[in-house]
């Protein structure tokens, strides 16, 4: 039987590859990647959820002034886009994306926001999106603690119209889409960076 060759140690050439092998897997897992890298749960840009602006003043949300937005109720043949003007006052109401940035010195501009969508019960896939929207989010040691509101076009035109030509896969209405949007963002360095993902949810009349 020939015998195992053994390192001056005498353990196993063998276990010392191993070792080294493990040893470099666990410093890949504390390497930063993109989007990822700061003490905050691995987040720079923090998505809050989306917000209405203010009933009485409709104005944008401030840090001391938001109200949830979580969905709506729109008509499927009717509606252009979301979000709409649902009290036909001639102002888009809702949809805001409350943005934070965790960084204490370096701001962030974004760049967009990545759309996906979900029909349950549909017997097709509704393609992605990318709404292109440029907002300062400041670092958080500034004066509105890094914190903005960016209203975002969450279901455009072209994929009402796409919707519409599909009516007949569609389930029956009234049927919910999940709109799932991340956002995509630069520091002032070029670094990109990605939000967490957050939900708006449209329930669709005929």
């Given at each position: 039987?020939?015998?195992?060759?053994?390192?001056?140690?005498?353990?196993?050439?063998?276990?010392?590859?191993i070792?080294?092998?493990?040893?470099?897997?666990?410093?890949?897992?504390y390497?930063?990647?993109?989007?990822?890298g700061?003490?905050?749960?691995?987040?720079?840009?923090?998505?809050?959820?989306f917000?209405?602006?203010?009933?009485?003043?409709e104005?944008?949300?401030?840090?001391?002034?938001?109200?949830?937005?979580?969905?709506?109720?729109?008509?499927?043949?009717?509606?252009?886009?979301?979000?709409?003007?649902?009290?036909?006052?001639?102002?888009?109401?809702?949809?805001?994306?409350?943005?934070?940035?965790?960084?204490?010195?370096?701001?962030?501009t974004?760049?967009g926001?990545?759309?996906?969508?979900?029909i349950?019960?549909?017997?097709?896939?509704?393609?992605?999106?990318?709404?292109?929207?440029?907002?300062?989010?400041e670092p958080?040691?500034?004066?509105?603690g890094?914190?903005?509101f960016?209203?975002i076009?969450?279901?455009?035109?072209?994929?009402?119209?796409?919707?519409?030509?599909?009516?007949?896969?569609?389930?029956?209405?009234?049927?919910?889409?999940?709109?799932?949007?991340t956002?995509?963002?630069?520091?002032?360095?070029?670094?990109?960076?990605?939000?967490n993902p957050?939900?708006?949810n449209?329930?669709?009349t005929?």
């Amino acid at each position: 039987m020939r015998a195992t060759h053994r390192c001056h140690h005498g353990r196993p050439r063998r276990w010392w590859t191993i070792s080294l092998s493990l040893f470099a897997f666990s410093v890949l897992l504390y390497l930063p990647g993109c989007g990822n890298g700061d003490a905050s749960h691995g987040l720079v840009l923090r998505a809050l959820g989306f917000f209405q602006e203010s009933a009485d003043k409709e104005t944008a949300p401030t840090v001391d002034d938001n109200e949830p937005d979580s969905g709506r109720t729109a008509s499927l043949a009717q509606t252009n886009a979301i979000p709409n003007d649902p009290d036909n006052d001639g102002d888009i109401d809702g949809g805001y994306v409350g943005l934070q940035n965790q960084q204490g010195s370096t701001g962030l501009t974004t760049d967009g926001a990545k759309l996906d969508y979900r029909i349950s019960g549909s017997s097709f896939a509704v393609p992605s999106d990318f709404f292109s929207f440029s907002t300062r989010v400041e670092p958080s040691g500034s004066s509105n603690g890094g914190t903005v509101f960016a209203q975002i076009q969450l279901v455009s035109p072209s994929t009402m119209n796409f919707l519409r030509s599909k009516s007949g896969q569609l389930p029956p209405p009234p049927f919910q889409m999940t709109v799932t949007a991340t956002i995509q963002a630069r520091s002032d360095a070029g670094i990109s960076y990605l939000s967490n993902p957050v939900t708006y949810n449209v329930t669709f009349t005929n």
